[in-house]
């Protein structure tokens, strides 16, 4: 690898004015200089591209694509991370703050030629980066390339992930109804292997106006939700390089949540759950973990 390789940094903007500058301004700064910034804007109908446009007159490692229509959040990542000129693709959310190490701590995680993508932790805030940093010591961070714990669900966020350009041409297109950035992580998985580091790296800011995923998806499963999963593991499932032991449980994953199709609850997918959750929910810490893995088990064998 070399010394300093070349890093694009994938920003997808929309209507993100209230809160862009803050976060440009941690990329502009970041101690890894040899970057570039590439920010894709899905139709702002507000000042986000004259933001963009000010920073880019100032620094131009800045380039601004404007989509001609409304691509939304998967195809318009999708478009950056193919305009990326770097040996390494980060994504960047356009509403949180990045420490400014950040590229300097991720890309020595690419020990080898096999970790293909790489992640860090995250906390959240509102109003204000917290002045402690406080790690979530509780949860496991995926690590290696055992598909089957990325199955049910999306562990790794995409504004904690870095990855080898060359992850895209396994990744390109991004698989239709699954968050890029659980296609991108399961895709490394299965042609080669995730790094990870404990430090917190970005601050996710919380508000009502973005996209995600939080604990509640261990909490309770709906009758869509429950198909939604039977879409995305059958999606994994047409990845060619997906190891044979990762198939079979995809493909029975697949079958046990399809009992919830028409009743409300599955014996066979509780039976699936309890017997795999070492595997499905790795990310759990418990001094007691077989009445976690039992309360979790039961909780998503329901479709309410």
């Keep these: 690898m070399q010394q300093h390789p070349l890093v694009s940094i994938v920003l997808c903007t929309y209507n993100g004015s209230v809160f862009l500058e803050e976060q440009l301004t941690t990329l502009i700064d970041q101690t890894w200089k040899n970057i570039e910034i590439v920010v894709c804007d899905d139709g702002s109908t507000d000042n986000t591209a004259a933001i963009i446009r000010s920073f880019a007159d100032k620094d131009k490692r800045i380039s601004f694509y404007s989509n001609e229509s409304t691509l939304g959040l998967n195809k318009n990542f999708e478009k950056g991370c193919l305009l990326a000129k770097g040996d390494f693709i980060a994504i960047c959310d356009q509403d949180d703050i990045w420490l400014i190490n950040k590229i300097e701590q991720l890309v020595p995680l690419f020990t080898n030629n096999e970790v293909l993508l790489c992640h860090n932790q995250s906390v959240r805030?509102?109003?204000?980066?917290?002045?402690?940093?406080?790690?979530?010591?509780?949860?496991?961070?995926?690590?290696?390339?055992?598909?089957?714990?990325?199955?049910?669900?999306?562990?790794?966020?995409?504004?904690?992930?870095?990855?080898?350009?060359?992850?895209?041409?396994?990744?390109?297109?991004?698989?239709?109804?699954?968050?890029?950035?659980?296609?991108?992580?399961?895709?490394?998985a299965c042609y080669g292997n995730v790094g990870a580091t404990n430090e917190v790296l970005t601050f996710h800011r919380h508000h009502q106006h973005n996209v995600t995923l939080g604990k509640k998806d261990e909490k309770k499963?709906?009758?869509?939700k429950a198909m939604e999963r039977i879409h995305t593991a059958n999606m994994f499932l047409h990845i060619k390089s997906m190891k044979p032991k990762s198939r079979e449980f995809g493909t029975e994953l697949s079958k046990n949540l399809a009992g919830l199709s028409d009743k409300k609850f599955s014996f066979k997918l509780f039976?699936?759950?309890?017997?795999?959750?070492?595997?499905?929910?790795?990310?759990?810490?418990?001094?007691?973990?077989?009445?976690?893995?039992?309360?979790?088990?039961?909780?998503?064998?329901?479709?309410?």
């Design 125 to 188: 805030f509102t109003e204000s980066v917290p002045n402690h940093i406080k790690v979530n010591n509780k949860r496991n961070l995926f690590t290696g390339s055992d598909e089957r714990k990325l199955f049910y669900f999306n562990t790794i966020a995409g504004h904690n992930i870095i990855f080898r350009k060359e992850l895209l041409q396994y990744a390109v297109p991004f698989a239709p109804g699954i968050f890029y950035d659980w296609w991108l992580c399961m895709i490394a």
């Design 221 to 224: 499963q709906s009758r869509a």
């Design 271 to 304: 039976l699936f759950l309890l017997r795999n959750a070492p595997v499905i929910f790795f990310f759990k810490k418990s001094v007691f973990p077989f009445f976690s893995y039992l309360k979790i088990s039961y909780r998503l064998s329901w479709a309410i």
